[in-house]
């Protein structure tokens, strides 16, 4: 069993699974962190509180203003989202969206006592976003390590970057995880559009897995 | 000469010399960035922007909520600022700090198609902040490569990482750097306290300088 650890929770599926997972996995607390990033999709942020509340973890909520930056759809109200199959997701990169959350979620770890942050990129986000992949995680886990306020290990960890989110809401279903709780679609809608990109990839992971999703859709 | 680059400008000494210094060295367009995280010092900020007009840059804030992290008397304001002396600057640490911050300026820069980031750690700070040594540094970059939104190169520069802040003084007083528009005081006030550690700082390293620090204290 390991020793406990801060999880930046989004509101979505996969971190919402790596969430159920960790309580079968870790002895020592899980503290939920979410990042208010000034997201068109904010109605995550309720679902990660829902989440967290449901699960029986902490939960708090960091304001970065990454849309004072700009140049994503995600954050740019000016900018359309790409639909399904357009571009994949190579538009909706926000850059260096992982490396300041984990930042963050290693900023609270430390204050907390705590070595260890749990993210959970999956395969399918290998292709588009760079900072989804092992490699870069790898070497931010060093760079943590060095710039940590005292000497010692940080580890991150993702235990979902090798599965598919097809395996990833196997896993979920298999756990209990309460996916009505969940949020996916990139147009913030309530119900969600089922258009998106988002949105295609969640349909795609339940019908794969012979379920239906239980989320309302437009 | 170089290219274009973003600076992260605190509206303190050391990033004020380096952007003057930086108008002289580099060929591209500079940007100046500065992060409102929720600092005690937040005159800093006004500061920033003072500068960046001064010297003609675009200038541009940041907001990241760190107090919500809390930790450090730098954003909390249930902590008291530890004296000169006392605890050196450790008790002052905000965790992450500068990785966020380069994070935020690699984001900027990416977006404004720019592939390099200046901070403005100096010698003195090498003891109590591992994130102001050239190591964290290394990879940092190494990361920010990896986790770019494309591949390509990624250049952190920190000019003065091996100079005293004496020397650093000795530079801009030489460029002719404004320092009566920067800001030093950890306690935020105007008129500076004159006893806080990043006060007692600034006066040494004027007097040994033999010049008088332009600002007015208490």
Redesign the interface.
């Known amino acids: 069993m390991k020793a406990g650890a801060v999880l930046l929770l989004s509101g979505g599926m996969d971190s919402a699974t790596c969430l159920w997972w960790m309580k079968q996995e870790l002895d020592g607390p899980i503290h939920a962190l979410s990042i208010?990033y000034g997201q068109r999709h904010r109605v995550e942020l309720e679902c990660a509180a829902g989440l967290a509340a449901r699960a029986g973890v902490p939960h708090?909520?960091?304001?970065?203003?990454?849309g004072?930056?700009?140049?994503s759809p995600l954050t740019d109200p000016g900018l359309a989202v790409p639909a399904a199959q357009e571009d994949r997701q190579?538009a909706t990169?926000?850059?260096?969206?992982?490396?300041?959350f984990a930042?963050?979620a290693?900023?609270?770890a430390?204050?907390l006592g705590l070595e260890a942050v749990y993210l959970a990129p999956v395969k399918d986000d290998y292709r588009s976003y760079?900072?989804c992949?092992r490699?870069?995680y790898d070497?931010?886990e060093?760079?943590?390590g060095?710039?940590?306020?005292?000497?010692q290990g940080f580890a991150i960890h993702t235990p979902f970057v090798d599965k598919w989110k097809t395996e990833v809401v196997a896993l979920g279903l298999q756990l209990g995880v309460p996916y009505e709780l969940t949020h996916t679609c990139y147009e913030g809608k309530r119900p969600a559009c089922g258009v998106c990109d988002a949105c295609a990839e969640r349909l795609g992971a339940f019908a794969a897995n012979g379920v239906k999703d239980p989320l309302v859709y437009a």
């Open positions: 208010d708090k909520v960091v304001g970065l203003d990454l004072a930056i700009g140049g190579a990169v926000v850059p260096f969206r992982n490396l300041l930042g963050l290693g900023g609270w430390e204050i760079r900072d992949r490699p870069f070497s931010l060093q760079t943590l060095l710039g940590a306020s005292r000497e």
